[in-house]
């Protein structure tokens, strides 16, 4: 028996889960989800939901309390309305940097979030470019990760020539941008920096030469914007002929903004797993690709029990 399909949002991205309901040829489905005046979340699903295969799209971004609470509350009222399969489509994961003990008497607070979603009902976890890739075991229900990767690629082949560099801007994203460098068949690079406090770093060397190239920074995500500005400002030091940047997850909270204005990056490339504020959406430098077709295909042959993985080999 085939399980009818359905696709609800919360409020953090309703364009982008509009989207991927338009690109599987299907409405979004309605629910009431609204703040009393007391700040508490309420929701109503609007339509019936018995026996169905439910889709929510949700990224827990700004507010990530408020999206990542709404989120809960919608799969509870799912689950007590009957759904079949409940399914968290969380394009941007938060709280995902807090990933591990690196402190004494600190959370591992994705952990924490992981069991919220299990324990409230959802049965099966969509997201794109986690932080970390071990996030996926804090589930024990299957997590489908997806990679913003062909449509940041295709970009790339499409805009710059073949004097390009891939820049890991820090070690830990060195096997992200090396897996680019070599779809591409180009060098690669790496900004040694050095992080003297959280959202603050100071670039230091570059190792690899960017001599007359157009270097690419790859990050899985944007916030302050303070490692992406120093990172160019190094690249250009060292010969690099210009500098741009992608990044799947625009969070560009602080001053993200002001920074990339100031900065000497030429564009900074980002997809909508996260909607941009307005002074993000101002910003003439940001250009931003989208992810819906690419969700909709994934939630599409999850729906159909077909494989997922097929979608980036």
Do not use: W
Not at 22 to 40: H, I, Q, R, T, Y
Not at 71 to 85: F, K, T, Y
């Amino acid at each position: 028996m085939t399980l009818d399909l359905k696709i609800f949002s919360g409020n953090a991205h309703v364009k982008l889960a509009q989207e991927i309901a338009a690109s599987l040829n299907m409405p979004l489905c309605e629910a009431d989800v609204k703040k009393f005046s007391d700040g508490e979340i309420f929701v109503e699903v609007k339509e019936n939901v018995r026996g169905s295969d439910v889709f929510v799209v949700q990224p827990t971004c700004t507010p990530v309390n408020d999206h990542l609470m709404e989120l809960v509350i919608m799969v509870d009222a799912l689950r007590r309305a009957s759904a079949r399969r409940i399914t968290a489509v969380v394009p941007y994961y938060g709280y995902a940097r807090q990933d591990r003990k690196n402190a004494p008497r600190v959370p591992i607070t994705a952990k924490v979030v992981a069991e919220m979603l299990m324990v409230v009902g959802v049965r099966r976890v969509l997201c794109m470019d986690l932080h970390a890739g071990q996030i996926q075991g804090f589930f024990n229900i299957p997590v489908d990760h997806l990679y913003a990767a062909p449509v940041i690629l295709e970009y790339i082949q499409n805009t710059f020539g073949d004097n390009v560099i891939m820049v890991s801007p820090d070690a830990g994203g060195v096997e992200r941008t090396r897996a680019f460098a070599k779809r591409l068949n180009s060098d690669l690079a790496i900004i040694d920096k050095r992080r003297e406090r959280a959202n603050e770093c100071e670039a230091m060397h570059v190792i690899g030469d960017v001599k007359g190239k157009t270097a690419i920074l790859m990050d899985d995500m944007v916030d302050t914007a303070g490692t992406l500005c120093a990172g160019a400002k190094t690249l250009l030091d060292n010969g690099a002929k210009e500098v741009h940047a992608c990044c799947s997850h625009p969070v560009l909270s602080g001053p993200a903004i002001e920074r990339l204005n100031k900065s000497e990056l030429k564009s900074l490339v980002v997809t909508n797993t996260i909607p941009l504020s307005e002074p993000g959406l101002k910003c003439e430098k940001i250009k931003v690709l989208s992810v819906s077709a690419l969700l909709a295909d994934a939630i599409n042959r999850i729906h159909n029990e077909d494989s997922v993985s097929s979608l980036f080999v």
